[in-house]
T-cell receptor, first 118, second 111 residues
Framework: DTEVTQTPKHLVMGMTNKKSLKCEQH?????MYWYKQKAKKPPELMFV???????INESVPSRFSPECPNSSLLNLHLHALQPEDSALYLC?????????????????FGPGTRLTVL | GQQVMQIPQYQHVQEGEDFTTYCNSS?????IQWYKQRPGGHPVFLIQ???SGEVKKQKRLTFQFGEAKKNSSLHITATQTTDVGTYFC???????????WGLGTSLAVNP
């Protein structure tokens, strides 16, 4: 089973709202990722969690706040977003064999949450 | 910075014709991965190449990784309408776990 699930599928929110995106995987993967994808562009890395610790933050604005409650779950908390934050938000997971072996690590993507900020 | 150029940006073919997309990296990659994203969908992992000069086949799809590990290609033989989508290459450079992505090639297939 190579399934990563994400909820909700679609989300419309105002600039003053607070909402959360959720991601879950049951493949025993130890790395989880948040990506942002604009139309006709490749995914853009936002955060990486490795063994439930934040490993990479790609200088993402603080209005995006990630959380990894356990190795299977990943959340992205949203607050005071801007219209330009409208995009497809993708979660991914990988085994995370460790530094020096990432050249064999494969990321599996969830279906994404399509976010519209009004 | 590290970049992966991918060409062509778009390709329109008649069903049954062949299709190839190419990726060229400004830096040596430790691997190259290929993903397919259907319209309205999410990236789906197709394959990973790790060795210099490696060639892998999946039915009508042939993937190559260059000898210098800086370029790669994906060739589809006799395209079908189910091949429609955007094909992305992505790779790791050195010991960096962040994938460097190509901009993708959008394939349209006329039945």
């Amino acid at each position: 089973d190579t399934e990563v699930t994400q909820t909700p599928k679609h989300l419309v929110m105002g600039m003053t709202n607070k909402k959360s995106l959720k991601c879950e995987q049951h493949m025993g993967h130890r790395a989880m990722y948040w990506y942002k994808q604009k139309a006709k562009k490749p995914p853009e890395l936002m955060f990486v969690y490795s063994y439930e610790k934040l490993s990479i933050n790609e200088s993402v604005p603080s209005r995006f706040s990630p959380e990894c409650p356990n190795s299977s779950l990943l959340n992205l908390h949203l607050h005071a977003l801007q219209p330009e934050d409208s995009a497809l938000y993708l979660c991914a997971s990988s085994q995370d064999p460790g530094a020096g072996t990432w050249n064999t690590d494969t990321q599996y993507f969830g279906p994404g949450t399509r976010l519209t900020v009004l | 910075g590290q970049q992966v150029m991918q060409i062509p940006q778009y390709q329109h073919v008649q069903e049954g014709e062949d299709f190839t997309t190419y990726c060229n990296s400004s830096t040596t990659l430790s691997n190259i991965q290929w993903y397919k994203q259907r319209p309205g969908g999410h990236p789906v992992f197709l394959i990973q190449l790790v060795k210099s000069g490696e060639v892998k086949k999946q039915k009508r799809l042939t993937f190559q990784f260059g000898e210098a590990k800086k370029n790669s290609s994906l060739h589809i033989t006799a395209t079908q309408t189910t091949d429609v989508g955007t094909y992305f290459c992505a790779g790791n450079a050195g010991n960096n776990r962040k994938l460097i992505w190509g901009l993708g090639t959008s394939l349209a297939v006329n039945p």
